[in-house]
C-alpha cells in the first residue's frame, strides 16, 4: 500500500515561515509517483477541509486557492518521491493539519501534520 | 468558484439503517465529485472518485451516483464503524472545493 508521511509542521510566529514535507513510499509497478498530480489540503480545527494547492506530474504547473497565492510554494522531488510545501508569511488563519494527498480526487492521504501560527 | 453544498449537516441513524448523503454543486462539474470518510483524529479515507466508482478496498456498501450538479452517497446498512463525517469534493475545476460535511451518529 502507498504511505505518505507528512513532516516540518510546528508552532511558528504570525510572519514566519514553515516548510512542510511529504514522503511517498509502497508504490508498485504501474503505480509511481510522478505519474500523479500531488495536492495539499487542510483542515483548521474543528473545521471542513480546504484544499491549498497541487502540483503537476512533473512540476511544471501549480495551482493554489487564493488565500495562500503569493505565500506558499508547492514543489516536488520525484527523484525523492517527495512533496513539499514552503509556507511564508504565515496568518493565525493557516492554523491546520495539513495533509498531502495523491491526485485532484484524493486517492490516498497521509496522516497531516500540524501547523499553529501564534504569538 | 464551485460552491458544494452537503446535506444534511449531520443526521442520526441506526445500525443497519440505510442512509442518503446529497451533494449539490454550484455549477455543472460532469462527474468529477469524489467522496471521503473521516472519523475523529484521523485522516480522511477516499470513498467514491467519479461519482460513482469505488476505491480499491472500499466495501461494496457504499455507493456513490450522479453527474452535473447533484450527486448522493449511499450507505446501504449502516454499521457502527461507519459512524464518521463524510465529505464531497469536486475535481472539476480549480479551486478544487469541498462540501462542508455531513456527520453520521447514532
Known amino acids: 500500500d502507498v504511505q505518505l508521511v507528512e513532516s516540518g509542521g510546528g508552532l511558528v510566529q504570525p510572519g514566519g515561515s514553515l516548510r512542510l514535507s511529504c514522503a511517498a513510499s509502497?508504490?508498485?509497478?504501474?503505480?509511481?509517483?510522478?505519474?500523479?498530480?500531488m495536492s495539499w489540503v487542510r483542515q483548521a480545527p474543528g473545521k471542513g477541509l480546504e484544499w491549498v494547492a497541487n502540483?503537476?506530474?512533473?512540476?511544471?504547473?501549480?495551482f493554489y486557492v487564493d488565500s495562500v497565492k503569493g505565500r506558499f510554494i508547492i514543489s516536488r522531488d520525484n527523484a525523492k518521491n517527495s512533496l513539499y510545501l514552503q509556507m511564508n508569511s504565515l496568518r493565525v488563519e493557516d492554523t491546520a493539519a495539513y495533509y498531502c494527498?495523491?491526485?485532484?480526487?484524493?486517492?490516498?492521504w497521509g496522516q497531516g501534520t500540524l501547523v499553529a501560527v501564534s504569538s | 468558484d464551485t460552491q458544494m453544498t452537503q446535506s444534511p449537516p449531520s443526521l442520526s441513524a441506526s445500525v443497519g439503517d440505510r442512509v442518503t448523503i446529497t451533494c449539490r454543486a454550484s455549477q455543472g462539474i460532469s462527474n468529477y465529485l469524489a467522496w471521503f470518510q473521516q472519523k475523529p483524529g484521523k485522516a480522511p479515507k477516499s470513498l467514491i472518485y467519479?461519482?460513482?466508482s469505488l476505491q480499491s478496498g472500499v466495501p461494496s456498501k457504499f455507493s456513490g451516483s450522479g453527474s452535473g450538479t447533484d450527486f448522493t452517497l449511499t450507505i446501504s446498512s449502516l454499521q457502527p464503524e461507519d459512524f464518521a463525517t463524510y465529505y464531497c469534493?469536486?475535481?472539476?475545476?480549480?479551486?478544487?472545493?469541498f462540501g462542508g460535511g455531513t456527520m453520521v451518529e447514532i
Open positions: 469534493q469536486q475535481y472539476n475545476s480549480y479551486p478544487l472545493t
Open positions: 494527498v495523491i491526485d485532484v480526487s484524493g486517492r490516498n
Open positions: 509502497g508504490f508498485t509497478f504501474g503505480f509511481t509517483f510522478s505519474s500523479h498530480y
Open positions: 467519479g461519482a460513482s
Open positions: 502540483i503537476n506530474q512533473d512540476g511544471s504547473e501549480e
